[in-house]
Structure formats: structure tokens, C-alpha cells
Nanobody
Framework: QVQVVESGGGLVQPGGSLRLSCTASGGILSTITAMGWYRQAPGKERELVARIRNGDTTNYADSVKGRFTISRGNAKNTVHLQMNSLKPEDTAVYYC????????????WGQGTQVTVSS
């Protein structure tokens, strides 16, 4: 079955940086059409932060443009999220998403990693 595993969350001061990583395994990796990061703050709905599709097209939430960068690792099934100039409002649980097509057609989610921005 498909598994999605995140790493890299933690506590950081405002203005600091963190790098999140995510790897999808299982299924048919060549059928991954997109991977992305979402976040959910307490009392709020889950929202898209950044996503990268096949062909390396990317899109970002307006609130993180210019501060966050999504990129692929050495393989198509790994993505990173470089977060710079972090703000307290970036505090949330960050979830990685892998979208598969074909036989495993579905969205798959990681367990989430906490990012806390506080002095």
C-alpha cells in the first residue's frame, strides 16, 4: 500500500527557517501526478501551502509566496519545502499529500508534522 512520511518540523523563532521533507512509497511511483504540502492551524480548515506537479509546475498560497519554496528530491516521490522568514501565523500541522493516478488513483496523506513559530 501507499505510505507518505514527513519529517523536519519543530520550533523556530520568527524570521527563522525550517525545511520539511516528504517521501511517498508503495503503489506505482510513476503514476504520481503531484505532491504537495497542506497545513491546518487550530480551529481552521486545512489549506494548500504549495504543490508541484509533473513537469515541475508549482503553485503556492498567496500567504507564503516569496518565502516558501517547494522542490523535488532526487526522485519523483520525494519533495521538500524550504520555509524562510517564518511568521507566527505559519504555526500549524503540515501534511504532505501525494496524488496518484491509474490503479492507485487517490490522494494519500502523511501523519503530519508540527511547525511552531514562536519567540
Amino acid at each position: 500500500q501507499v505510505q507518505v512520511v514527513e519529517s523536519g518540523g519543530g520550533l523556530v523563532q520568527p524570521g527563522g527557517s525550517l525545511r520539511l521533507s516528504c517521501t511517498a512509497s508503495g503503489g506505482i511511483l510513476s503514476t504520481i501526478t503531484a505532491m504537495g504540502w497542506y497545513r491546518q492551524a487550530p480551529g481552521k480548515e486545512r489549506e494548500l501551502v504549495a504543490r508541484i506537479r509533473n513537469g515541475d509546475t508549482t503553485n503556492y498560497a498567496d500567504s507564503v509566496k516569496g518565502r516558501f519554496t517547494i522542490s523535488r528530491g532526487n526522485a519523483k516521490n520525494t519533495v521538500h519545502l524550504q520555509m524562510n522568514s517564518l511568521k507566527p501565523e505559519d504555526t500549524a500541522v503540515y501534511y504532505c499529500n501525494a496524488r496518484y493516478s491509474g490503479f492507485y488513483n487517490s490522494d494519500y496523506w502523511g501523519q503530519g508534522t508540527q511547525v511552531t513559530v514562536s519567540s
